[in-house]
């Protein structure tokens, strides 16, 4: 007996509505707020380093427009991850932050590398590194205060509404305020003689960019090729499928992120000879603890009546009708068709259990089903009862 439980929940009057509405809500403003920041200060930190002739001040100013162009992408994914699942998404359409994730990292890796590189080749002639103006020092420093702000509003936003982009948005946020310190000591270095330090400041700020996308494309990549949870929370998964009653063992289980949740699909073993809807049943409770006590988008349990990787396999034998068709030949008559017979294909054998009506004497039957069972080649058990009759 083996079944499978795996539900999704489809609304298709709901498919452009989105599934997690306060979520989506909070997201959208955040990320407005943060678009208008980067906005303002991607314009005056470009404008201020183009007439202070500070580099890195401009480097910075473009970290800050690519931070305006990701935060699009954010609100992009946001609207569109958040969406009802459908036919052609079963599981919905949280993996759309994910691409977006990989979309955003590589751009900022691209970004951080092109910097990198016109920096090493601005340094190439010294004779073009001219000393800054001081207000560019006052603009930093705005830049680091705003940049700082926005990091601390959008981490506390994000960890409300429990969204890994949002998060990985607002670290982006706080290493474009340490960008922006790095800005500031390269604009004083240059200030006091050496002034080269804007250039260099400005190539560390090109690596920083970089490494961060990096970070966020590495991180999407491992989703997007199915890397399973950490191995406390599968550990914790594992635990809490083996509480629920009814449940004798667990193999195969398998885990896989999607965007801010997991999918979990997992084998359980119960009793062999218990009913299909109870086995169903024991399905259900099994889903509904790991869905309760974890992080989880869906489950799939799959029911065993034996650990298959231990034991020898039963697909090989015939199916029913082909049973019953040898079993009859080997007693030489069929059974009265008001007979159960269940089968319990097990360690790649059948027992079967014979339940006849009330007026059949069984023992005749039990005498030639023990002769048969000696050398079967499907057969292990065969067991005849008596129903009890009706008062």
Same mark, same amino acid.
């Given at each position: 007996m083996k079944n499978h439980i795996h539900a999704v929940a489809l609304d298709r009057s709901a498919v452009f509505e989105p599934a997690h509405p306060a979520r989506f809500a909070a997201a959208r403003k955040s990320t407005w707020v943060s678009i208008l920041i980067n906005l303002l200060l991607s314009i005056f930190q470009v404008t201020g380093g183009f007439f202070g002739k500070s580099q890195s001040l401009m480097a910075d100013g473009m970290h800050s427009f690519a931070d305006l162009v990701s935060d699009v992408l954010v609100l992009f994914a946001n609207r569109h991850g958040n969406k009802h699942a459908d036919a052609n998404h079963p599981y919905g359409h949280a993996r759309i932050e994910t691409a977006a994730s990989l979309i955003l990292g590589a751009s900022l890796a691209a970004l951080g590398a092109g910097l990198l590189i016109a920096t090493g080749l601005r340094l190439q002639h010294p004779e073009q590194i001219h000393a800054v103006h001081p207000y560019t020092l006052w603009v930093a420093i705005i830049a680091l205060v705003a940049k700082e702000g926005m990091f601390r509003y959008m981490l506390a936003v994000a960890q409300r509404v429990r969204s890994q982009m949002l998060v990985a948005n607002a670290w982006h946020a706080r290493s474009d305020a340490a960008s922006s310190l790095v800005v500031i000591v390269g604009i004083i270095g240059n200030l006091m003689g050496y002034t080269f330090l804007d250039l260099v400041a400005a190539g560390v700020v090109g690596v920083m960019i970089a490494y961060m996308g990096i970070q966020f494309a590495r991180d999407a990549l491992m989703e997007l090729v199915d890397t399973g949870l950490d191995e406390k929370e599968v550990r914790a998964i594992r635990n809490t499928l083996k509480a629920v009653p009814g449940?004798?063992?667990?193999?195969?289980?398998?885990? !896989?992120?999607?965007?801010?949740?997991?999918?979990?699909?997992?084998? /359980? /073993?119960?009793?062999?000879? /218990?009913?299909?809807?109870?086995?169903?049943?024991?399905?259900?409770?099994? !889903?509904?603890?790991?869905?309760k006590q974890h992080h989880v988008l869906d489950v799939m349990v799959h029911i065993d009546p034996e650990d298959d990787m231990q034991t020898k396999p039963n697909a090989r034998l015939p199916q029913r009708h082909l049973l019953l068709a040898h079993l009859y030949k080997r007693l030489g008559y069929e059974l009265p068709v008001s007979t159960l017979i269940v089968l319990h294909y097990l360690d790649g054998k059948v027992e079967a259990d014979l339940l006849l009506d009330a007026d059949l004497d069984p023992a005749r039957l039990r005498e030639q089903c023990a002769a048969i069972t000696l050398d079967d080649p499907y057969f292990r058990r065969l067991t005849a009862y008596r129903r009890i009759a009706p008062n």
């Open positions: 449940v004798m063992g667990l193999h195969e289980l398998r885990t !896989r992120k999607m965007a801010d949740n997991a999918l979990v699909d997992a084998h /359980i /073993i119960v009793d062999p000879r /218990i009913s299909v809807s109870e086995g169903h049943y024991i399905a259900e409770a099994a !889903r509904s603890a790991v869905l």
